[in-house]
């Protein structure tokens, strides 16, 4: 075995430098997504400041979830940091320590697990007021991140368990667990991307500027769930090339930034779009044809003129209530309010 040849290497070689196990290993991939997360998490905190520039009217909702992903970004580079730290620099000439799981490595799945679920419930929400409070796919949603969850608190107990590196990414039920997981972060990021856009094309007017929004929408949609995916099919893939090695950990690491990335950028996004649908009221369009579907347009302006709401006393998803013919027009909001 894997491990037999290494504790052989070490009693043969008891004072040796730690770099050759570092690279048998892969540690250095791990190493690699580090500093990737560094980079990305600097990001991040730029988009969580300009968000409270932007938009300090939103409700306490929104706020309050973009300082949960702040501080869930912030805990999770402080794992990655401490990760490097330990196997490159503390135990350098120990490199017995090296089969041995840090702790901060064994609870990265539970930070990254969420990470993601906060940005699929966000999406999920988004659905609901899209499809008119439609409950089907917001439920499935949430389904899928309960039982992704409930397997990632599974497999941080049963790794707490084990001793070494080499027991935790070839033992049978591990990787089940650690397929299962990506497998249904895949699943939702997928299903989201493709509802949304879904909607977002229903919604289309036949008018070139309003469809001209709705399509710029869309690719924020796919262009976010495209990055998302992308990360986790890379993380399954190295899982599945690279057995027996961590190599898999560096692309892990970097995944939780790219959700957070995708849910600021759309935030901050909305007052480009409100911006351009200032102009269309300016316009002052004529009513749109008899076969349009204005109920999903209400909701996707609504969804983007949320950040103009400064009654205090209604939470984020509660905007004012226009007819199609009205938003079309900019005609001033009627007093009631609809949870969409």
């Known amino acids: 075995m894997l491990l037999e040849r290494h504790l052989s290497l070490l009693v043969i070689v008891p004072v040796m430098s730690a770099a050759p196990l570092l690279l048998l290993y892969r540690f250095e991939v791990p190493f690699i997504g580090s500093l990737v997360c560094s980079l990305l ?31 869930i970004d912030s805990i999770h580079l402080a794992f990655c940091l401490h990760f490097s730290y330990h196997y490159f620099i503390a135990i350098w000439n120990k490199p017995g320590f090296l089969f041995i799981p840090i702790w901060s490595a064994v609870i990265t799945p539970f930070v990254k697990s969420l990470a993601e679920m906060l940005c699929h419930l966000f999406a999920a929400a988004r659905i609901w007021k899209l499809s008119g409070k439609k409950w089907g796919v917001p439920l499935c949603i949430i389904a899928l991140e309960i039982s992704r969850t409930g397997i990632v608190l599974r497999m941080i107990i049963e790794s707490l368990r084990l001793s070494t590196w080499e027991e935790l990414v070839t033992k049978p039920s591990f990787k ?149 013919e009205q938003s079309m027009l900019g005609a001033p909001r009627q007093s009631n309010h609809n949870f969409v």
């Open 176 to 324: 089940h667990m650690f397929l299962s997981t990506s497998t249904l972060t895949i699943i939702s990021d997928v299903l989201i991307s493709g509802t949304i856009c879904i909607y977002l094309s229903r919604s289309r007017t036949g008018y070139k500027r309003t469809d001209s929004i709705i399509t710029t929408l869309i690719r924020y949609t796919v262009g976010n769930g495209f990055l998302t995916v992308v990360g986790d099919i890379i993380v399954l893939v190295m899982f599945k090339v690279m057995p027996s090695t961590i190599a898999f950990f560096g692309p892990f690491e970097v995944t939780p930034l790219l959700y957070a990335n995708a849910v600021l950028t759309s935030l901050n996004s909305r007052s480009e779009f409100r911006e351009r649908l200032s102009d269309l009221k300016e316009n002052k369009a004529t009513a749109p044809p008899p076969h349009t579907k204005g109920i999903l347009l209400q909701n996707v302006q609504h969804d983007i003129a949320q950040s103009e709401a400064t009654d205090a006393r209604h939470d984020v998803f509660v905007v004012p209530s226009l007819t199609h």
């Open 41 to 71: 998490y600097g990001f991040t905190s730029f988009q969580g400041l300009e968000y409270f520039r932007r938009f300090p009217t939103d409700g306490w909702y929104l706020k309050s979830l973009v300082v949960a992903i702040m501080i």
